[in-house]
């Protein structure tokens, strides 16, 4: 039998590129991040972080570990928000090009991808939950191979004009909107790790 | 105080088209629906029956009265099946322009209303599911000021190429997907109640 490694948080997703880019943060402050990949009970709400954070919770409860969870979506001003929290289910079904076609012609690309990161200590602890967001627009096509989800047509503001598929992923944790969530975490975990 | 009318049964809702709808079915074979309209927990599922499920056992637990909830959504073949489950989001966003500007040019219209109605009779039962189909095409325009959500551009194969819209309450009920799993439901409900 394998023996927990100590202080080992975990992500409860089934998206491997959202771990890899987690795990990434994780790693340059020196913890460890275990994926625990099942499936597990996501409600429908048009808060990130309201779905985040029942996520760990249910997780936690049924898993009997430390978990975090995390809920992103972009949210397209033009399109009064949509894709939104369900862009998971926008990317399968219409993808990049039902996005870029819904904005053909218009002139406002205005975007923002937001991530909510929940933490969930363990079963009947309440969770805490941090967020990040990255303004940028929406670019007028595909570019890019890295990355996932409709990175392919999200531009950062703060980057070089680039979309987030075309950055490496270090590159992309330096403008994400689930890098920043995932840093406020780690530096709150750390600090509550330290004080113990 | 009010006595609650004897075998009501409780539509959870936040839509009063919708339970307009189900509320015609109902009276039609002698039944009252009541309108339970408050905000119950809901799943992100592409199952809408799951959706249904869960927010009527939800329901049914924490207001220990026999529930219905329904779920429905839009399916177009050619758009991958979206925006099904999150139909609602989807109307409130990008709405029926949206639909059609994603099938500008498109020849296939091919697309099916679904609909779930779940039964939970009450705390720690098992919820029961009814499920309705309509098959229709998307119109090239939206038509008509009835109904609610996608119904300006659904038309049902079975109707006399109006679309939902343009029909009264009477009439769309005829053909439906909500209608088709009420009656199953109301079908069902009364053998049930006969046999106690």
């Known amino acids: 039998m394998m023996t927990p490694p100590k202080r080992a ?14 795990r990434q943060i994780f790693l340059a402050h020196g913890l460890n991040l275990v994926l625990l990949r099942v499936k597990a009970l996501e409600i429908q709400s048009e808060n990130l972080e309201d779905i985040a954070k029942f996520r760990a919770s249910y997780a936690a409860e ?6 975090i969870s995390e809920d992103a979506g972009l949210f397209v ?3 009064n928000g949509f894709p939104g929290p369900y862009s998971s289910y926008a990317y399968k079904t219409i993808g990049c090009r039902g996005i870029l076609r819904l904005l053909e012609g218009v002139e406002n690309r205005r975007a923002r991808f937001r991530s909510a990161v929940a933490y969930c200590p363990g079963p009947n ?4 939950c941090f967020v990040g967001e990255t303004l940028g627009r929406i670019s007028t096509e595909e570019r890019g191979s890295h990355g996932f989800g409709f990175d392919p047509i999200f531009i950062p503001e703060e980057g070089d ?3 987030f598929a075309e950055m490496t992923r270090g590159e992309k944790n330096r403008y994400s909107h689930r890098a920043k969530a995932m840093r406020k975490f780690v530096k709150w975990y ?3 790790v330290r004080s113990e």
Do not use: C, F, M
């Open 9 to 22: 948080v975990y992500l409860v997703s089934r998206n491997i590129h959202k771990y890899l880019e987690a």
């Open 125 to 128: 602890k309440q969770p805490l």
């Open 62 to 67: 049924n898993w009997g570990v430390p978990v």
């Open 77 to 79: 001003d033009a399109l």
């Open 161 to 163: 004009g680039r979309t």
């Open 190 to 192: 750390l600090g509550a």
